[in-house]
């Protein structure tokens, strides 16, 4: 028998954590070549690597710095729930280590955020 995927699932806390995730770990692979490529200008030369810094040092590159370590959290935290899942017997903890999970990346966001302005 053909089971038919309802939308019940999709509302479950646990779908939206694997799906954080899933979307961070793939953000954070497509940053890598560029990480690579400006990684790159520094062996072209000092004036190359300058020229670079310069651009970086605009709002638009801040709040990717931004995004980046929000990302690196949110991948992080949802990681070890994974973790802790497969290594440790569960008694009706999950919502609880997915909201901790969010919290955790919603705070350092907001401390680089702060950080960021002052």
């Known amino acids: 028998m053909k089971r038919i995927n309802d939308f019940r699932a999709r509302n479950h806390a646990a779908y939206w954590a694997f799906l954080m995730h899933r979307l961070s770990g793939l953000g954070l692979a497509l940053f890598l070549p560029v990480h690579f490529w400006a990684l790159g200008q520094a062996i072209q030369g000092e004036a190359a690597l300058a020229g670079f810094l310069r651009v970086t040092d605009q709002p638009l590159f801040k709040f990717g710095e931004w995004g980046l370590v929000v990302l690196l959290a949110l991948h992080m935290s949802c990681g070890v729930r994974l973790l802790v899942i497969e290594l ?25 955020g702060l950080a960021l302005i002052g």
Do not use: E, H, Q, Y
């Open 88 to 112: 440790r017997p569960w008694s009706g903890l999950r919502k609880n280590w997915i909201t901790g999970a969010v919290g955790f990346s919603v705070a350092t966001g907001m401390a680089f």
